[in-house]
């Protein structure tokens, strides 16, 4: 069984979700983020995907994209002057102490970079989430919400987020509980996922 995420919302949304699932890829799968348990990477990835598809693809200031996903502006200025090549070294063990680069913002500029050169950052198929992730979805409240809220519009309102995501627990919390705490309208969905994750 494979989950089809068909996003909604334009191109920008689309190229995002496409540097979010390579950057998983780069990292070895959601598997591998289960087994080391880095699953608080997730919402920082796709934050960072956002930030940097806007800054390359949509020519937003820093400014722009902290308005819009509701970071500061030094954060989206950290994702996107990440120096990509030392965070692969130290993803891949090369680099005996972590830099001091945004993690993150990194990977995803690496994703982004592989996407944009291979062309297929631009295509309009779909993004298949596979069975290995699946598997872990269970565990991995981050990527089980993005899977929930495939086809949403946003900015999307409380009550279309409680009908997508009802029932979910995380870390113990029903979902109705963390939504009723967040402020309205949810702009895209790395805020979502920021907001959430801030919540727990």
């Given at each position: 069984?494979?989950?089809i995420?068909?996003p909604?919302?334009?191109?920008i949304d689309?190229?995002?979700e496409?540097?979010f699932?390579e950057?998983?890829?780069?990292?070895?799968?959601?598997k591998?983020l289960?087994?080391?348990?880095n699953?608080t990477?997730l919402p920082?990835?796709?934050?960072?995907?956002?930030?940097?598809v806007?800054?390359?693809e949509?020519?937003k200031?820093?400014?722009e994209?902290a308005?819009?996903l509701g970071?500061?502006e030094t954060?989206?200025?950290n994702?996107?002057?990440a120096?990509?090549?030392k965070?692969?070294e130290?993803?891949?063990?090369?680099l005996?102490?972590?830099?001091?680069?945004?993690i993150a913002?990194g990977?995803a500029?690496l994703?982004y970079?592989?996407?944009?050169?291979?062309?297929?950052?631009?295509?309009s198929?779909d993004i298949v989430?596979?069975n290995?992730?699946i598997e872990?979805?269970?565990?991995?409240?981050?990527?089980?919400v993005l899977a929930?809220?495939?086809?949403?519009?946003?900015p999307a309102?409380r009550?279309?987020?409680?009908?997508?995501?009802?029932?979910?627990?995380i870390?113990?919390k029903?979902i109705?509980?963390?939504?009723s705490k967040l402020?309205y309208p949810?702009k895209n969905?790395?805020e979502l996922?920021?907001?959430?994750k801030?919540?727990?």
């Amino acid at each position: 069984m494979e989950i089809i995420a068909r996003p909604k919302g334009g191109n920008i949304d689309k190229m995002a979700e496409k540097v979010f699932m390579e950057s998983l890829s780069i990292l070895g799968g959601l598997k591998r983020l289960v087994q080391f348990r880095n699953l608080t990477w997730l919402p920082s990835l796709a934050e960072a995907a956002y930030v940097i598809v806007l800054k390359n693809e949509a020519a937003k200031t820093y400014k722009e994209i902290a308005e819009f996903l509701g970071i500061t502006e030094t954060t989206a200025r950290n994702i996107a002057t990440a120096d990509e090549e030392k965070v692969r070294e130290y993803i891949e063990g090369e680099l005996e102490e972590r830099p001091k680069e945004h993690i993150a913002g990194g990977i995803a500029k690496l994703a982004y970079t592989k996407l944009k050169e291979s062309g297929k950052l631009y295509e309009s198929e779909d993004i298949v989430i596979g069975n290995r992730e699946i598997e872990a979805l269970d565990i991995d409240w981050a990527v089980h919400v993005l899977a929930r809220i495939r086809g949403v519009d946003f900015p999307a309102s409380r009550d279309i987020l409680e009908e997508k995501l009802k029932g979910i627990v995380i870390k113990d919390k029903k979902i109705e509980d963390i939504l009723s705490k967040l402020e309205y309208p949810i702009k895209n969905p790395a805020e979502l996922l920021h907001k959430i994750k801030l919540n727990i």
